[in-house]
């Protein structure tokens, strides 16, 4: 009895869940492992390959899942992914905000000062990580609404939380995420329905393509100063492996968080809460 209570409290079984950004590390584990949980998955990235290759992964593995490639700087190619979501399964139960990331051109460095950052760069990095979103959960956050129930999961960063050197546009994006995700919830819940969530969790530091440059040498694969930085700001030690922020994810989208509303949940290691000293 206790057993069945508790898998249908953190169950997303049977869900329809779209991910953005689904072709990349962290979203691409997302992917794979919330079919393994059994809920249906429209893997949507500007990249078609990446998307496939999630999709191919889920369906060896027995899941089933959709690669869309979608634009998430275009609300025309976001509404065409929709249509093609909702003619393959019927209709639409969560949103995962993943595309993001950040590029060299708008990154400090020693040859590169904050005053000297190019517009465009810049522009690009915080339109990528707040705009993509925005666009998206009108999209889809209109069907849910249509609904009248669903889950909107964004996703922040610590530093949203806490500044960080070097990434001003990427900060800047991630702390609007995390605003914008309180703002929508109320919006959400007064306007059209309180069983429409809003949510997001921050990721601490994890290895991916987009940060990858700033925390390994790219010669040697040694950690960088500003990498061993990040290890001995975070007490636990070391970098987090993609599967450990499932338990989060998984949570926010299953009845176990039906009370729980613009939220944003670090899983970082202990980052957030260590002053250094």
């Known amino acids: ?9 953190f169950s997303v079984e049977g ?3 779209v991910i953005t950004g689904g072709g990349g590390i962290l ?3 997302m992917a794979r492992e919330l079919a393994k949980a059994g809920a249906k998955i429209a893997v949507l990235d500007i990249q078609l390959p990446a998307a496939q290759k999630v999709v191919a992964d889920i369906t060896a593995a027995g899941g ?4 869309i490639e979608t634009d998430v700087l275009s609300k025309e190619s976001l509404q065409q992914s929709a249509e093609q979501v909702l003619a393959r399964y019927g209709r639409v139960d969560a949103l995962i905000n ?11 460095a020693p040859d590169l000062s904050f005053f000297d950052l190019p517009q465009d760069a ?3 990095v915080f339109n990528l990580n707040f705009l993509g979103m925005l666009l998206a959960s009108q999209v889809y956050g209109k069907l849910l609404c249509e609904q009248g129930e669903g889950a909107i999961l964004n996703i922040a960063s610590v ?10 546009a990427y900060s800047a994006a991630k702390a609007a995420v995390k605003n914008f995700t309180e703002w929508m919830a109320v919006h959400v819940a007064q306007e059209y329905s309180p069983n429409v969530r809003v949510n997001a969790i921050a990721p601490g530091f994890f290895l991916t393509e987009q940060n990858r440059f700033l925390l390994t040498d790219e010669k040697t694969g040694e950690r960088t100063l500003r990498g061993q930085t990040i290890i001995n700001h975070t007490p636990m030690g070391r970098y987090g492996e993609p599967e450990e922020l499932m338990s989060t994810v998984i949570w926010l989208l299953a009845p176990a968080s039906r009370f729980v509303h613009g939220v944003t949940v670090a899983v970082d290691g202990g980052f957030c809460i260590f002053s250094g000293v």
């Open 64 to 67: 089933e899942a959709i690669a």
């Open 15 to 17: 869900q329809v869940i």
């Open 1 to 9: 009895m206790q057993s069945d209570y508790i898998h249908q409290m």
């Open 98 to 108: 993943g595309a993001g990331g950040n590029k060299k051109q708008a990154t400090t």
């Open 122 to 124: 810049f522009q690009c």
């Open 159 to 168: 530093n949203a939380f806490r500044a960080l050197t070097k990434i001003p």
């Open 27 to 29: 979203c691409g584990t």
